[in-house]
């Protein structure tokens, strides 16, 4: 039987198979389909200072192998998830990454700072992804700059590990990922959603309430794939890498490009025992495929590997 | 809350564009069905649908295995059920959501209040309040004649009325027109159909408790993304359609 | 019977379905499944100034909805195209539009104005996808600065109108299209492919032997509409729309977003008949979703249409 | 070069996760088929598989229209094709590429080396040579016993040998060495196979002319996308596979 034991900065996962933040909620749910002490870890719906409503429905469509969603950050606010959520989490044998967001560095560092001090999250994912207000809206995941100053600040005050997870949105995901690591983060995790639109025919305008959303699913799994291959041949630190992964030889994939674990979102409403049935057959797809160990497959797939 | 293969039994175009699909499950999984509930439908077998379908349950029977589901085509999605054919398999989630709480509810008569696709779930309501010995009348509203489905259906367990927007079936107009006309009462009202429709029956049943079931594009079906929300009365505040609903109390939700 | 006919810089169109550069290579192929007099026009496969030899195969692999691609601009260059493949396309009546790459601008240029001066093309299309040798491989198309100076030298050097195809693998297309607008071009073509990549489980190592690859097909569409979408929103100039293109109903669902034509590539290998399908098709679609006129549809899916 | 419907009259596993599937199509398509050709085909009806997949035509009949191909599942393509069922629709493109020139040759004596999938062309290929009067040879190479197939239908046409990578049906060993004991000499030589097989019968059988018909990844099939390219034995320029071959004269590629 293969050691799926992967460690990571402040994470010892027992595989390295986790539910992508948002998609899962925290936890509740699926855990009427699976005990969540299978997983390798969790990531939880991203946290903001306040409670935020999110965006007007529709807020999810179909698109060929994938989806759009724009949930908006819905989310009863960091105190709020401290007290009501994280409790039934803890209950599991279960590392908890904490996904937080902000319109404003402040924003960003207030979360961080409340979670890394409940001492109920083993790592937080820093979510780059949303909008910076005060820069008139452009994303902190979008300008390296931008994107190592709200690194840095978290880490100041955060005393679990920061993994930065990047956008896609980028003419350079590198560029952004060297900034980053720069700055402090322990670890990647890689890839958010690419914004994308659908139009309606009947209605003859965008179908989704927020007119853009972003693409998740299989779709864009050939543009993560890509992204963490780059950016793992450009920095020391881990990757965490995500984006459209259905089957165990998909993570195998991500694996090999240079992800140390895995995340899975939109499958999760295809199949919801899919990160149990990936962590079931993982094993034995790894020994079909020569593997003998984790290790051997991360990063595989580079010439110097 | 369960993930299963059904097989299908039988499919039949009842109405325009509009089919009765009937799978066989294993009757563990309908003993807690409750009407008003859903299943989530997945599309095919590969990853070109990376979302499921909801469908009401319209019906179901414990001694066979049987449940029914009615389902207008739609798009893709719709259009791939209705090419399913006798022996294959689909994979549904059920039962999600919360049904009409009849059991909480004491009633004598009941009006039930449907429109196109909203009609289906109102036909366990009544089979199951009738069993109660609840007196239901129903109302059901279509586009035109082709659309017309289960008037036979719901007239063998009371009263039923038909509107069709063009009059070409039975009454022209809409259910309200109809719920005006004759001055339809109940104890509680139970509606399912388009926003529109909702919310006039809302104000027009604006003095009698009622029950509302609700659409809205789903992800997950089963309260985890937060694709389906709907605002509380106060806007203060969402509530999940696919975990706190598809069934609101009237007065519970701002339409 | 709904008028197809769409009028753009340099361009008559019988009806606004082409098929895209480099998926139909100078149409000799299809043309034997359909008459290539059916086409609203044809974007021939790129020209460079020299004959290429591409990359190494493989050279496509398929994905979720997609495939990724890296023939790498095999052409047996400008002079040879004009003589051996327009004159028979010249035999119809269609429009051509010549796709023009090159690794510095001055090969542009060339191909450009040797293009332009065989009188034999209606249009070119400035593939600015292209790695910009001298800048160390950045692409022509991800920096506003070189995608306005080569727009501008192309220009100078055109008697047609040329079109600029955009890259989307850019964090902000707007800026880029607003540049090559400013520096004259006539039109934009959008989207070219998003940097991919797929990894042999069986080899470990990337599968296409370029390593990375073009993102084409469904699973691009979302992406391709919603850049259309926005870019429509800042310039003036008319945009030929691609990526993921497949029935009548996609096709309009580009001119809601604000194509006024759009091209087809990757669905022709699915189907070589796609294009006459379409064509055969769009009229009942237009009327279908109501809609009397194709310039009734263009940009109609904006809240000032 | 046409697309066409056909429709699955039978699919049979011949060999460890080999299959043969028979299509029948109108027969004026078949009427210009010659071996070498292949067909392409769609895999799926949505768009979840954007490209079609090569198969050589391992055998047709005129008067039935059954046209036959011979696969192994590889991969999700293969494995959908491997699930198909009598009746059903598949779509394909054919006949592709240039086949072998027999009609060209003067020819009595022919030897043909094959190699796992590499073997049903050289079917079509054996029969019509045998049907002009050639003596045909056959060398069939397969990894191991369970993956043998064809051994009876070759031995009909002419001698057959098989090697298998580990000894365990008939020869051990590769087609190379069978050639090389046995001696076979022939007039021309025709062969299609893996890479790696081709290049050791390229140079085993330097001193005969031959044709070589290989393999790459395609997209289009009928030459307009440039996928599949070939340089020539002077590195100078490439042909197309889908197009200019599958089938090359030996000497005209380097492999
Ligand atoms: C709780 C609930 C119960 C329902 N019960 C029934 C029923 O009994 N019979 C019936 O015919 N229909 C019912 N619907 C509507 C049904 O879900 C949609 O008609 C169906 O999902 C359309 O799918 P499609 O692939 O054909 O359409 P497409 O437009 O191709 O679907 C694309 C996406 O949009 C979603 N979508 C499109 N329209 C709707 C809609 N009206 N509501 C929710 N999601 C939508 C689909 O689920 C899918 O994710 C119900 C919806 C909900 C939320
Ligand atoms: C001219 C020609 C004739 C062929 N004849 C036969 C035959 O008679 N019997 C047979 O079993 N196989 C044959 N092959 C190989 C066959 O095309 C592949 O095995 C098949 O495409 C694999 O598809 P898949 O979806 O199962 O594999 P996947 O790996 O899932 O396919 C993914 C993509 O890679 C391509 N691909 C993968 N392997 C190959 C390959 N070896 N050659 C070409 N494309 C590949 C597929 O076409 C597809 O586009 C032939 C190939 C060519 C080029
Ligand atoms: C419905 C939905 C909600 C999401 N919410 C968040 C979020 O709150 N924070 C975040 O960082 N990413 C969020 N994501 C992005 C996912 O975590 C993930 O990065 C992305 O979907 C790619 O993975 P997938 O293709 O497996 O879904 C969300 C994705 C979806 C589909
Ligand atoms: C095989 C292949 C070759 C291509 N070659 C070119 C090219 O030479 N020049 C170019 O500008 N775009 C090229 N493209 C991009 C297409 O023209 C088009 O922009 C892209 O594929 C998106 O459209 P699609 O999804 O309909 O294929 C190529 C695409 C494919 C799939
Ligand atoms: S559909 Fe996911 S929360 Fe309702
Ligand atoms: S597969 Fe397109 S040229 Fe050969």
Redesign the pocket.
Known sequence: MIDLTVELPGLKLKNPIMPASGCFSFGQEYNQFYSLNKLGAIMIKAATQEPRLGNPT?R???THAG?LNAIGLQNPGVTTIIEEQLPFLQSFDLPIIANIAGSSIEEYVYVAKTLSDSAAVAALELNISCPNVKEGGVQFGTDPHIAAEVTRRVKEVSKVPVYVKLSPNVTDIVEIALAVEAAGADGLSMINTLTGMKIDLDTRKP?LANQVGGLSGPAIKPIAIRMIYQVYQAVKIPIIGMGGIVTATDVIEYLLAGASAVAIGTANFQNPLVCSDIIDQLPSCLTEYGFTSIKDVIGGGHDDN | MNQIDASVCHLENIAHA?FKLVVKVDHEYLSFIRPGQ?VHIQ?GQGYE?M????????DFDLETGQLT?????????????SELTEGSVINLLLP??QGYPIQQLSLKKALLIGG??????LYLLAKQLVDRGVSVTTVIGFQTKDDVFYHEEFSQLGKCYVTTNDGSYQHKGFVTDIINLEQLTADYYFS?GPTAMLKAVQSTMVNCPGYL???????CGIGACYA?VISNAEQTAYKK??QD??VFAASEVSL
């Open positions: 529709p999810v469509a179909e989806m179908l | 509009t859903f599309i649908h979302l499921r379908r909801p469908i009401s349950i319209a589901v009615i389902f207008k085509v739609i798009g893709e999605g719709t259009r791939k059920l999600l959501g196109g696709i909203g009609v289906p779930p399912c079931s609700l659409e809205e594009r789903m992800g389906c359609i696919c609903g598809p």
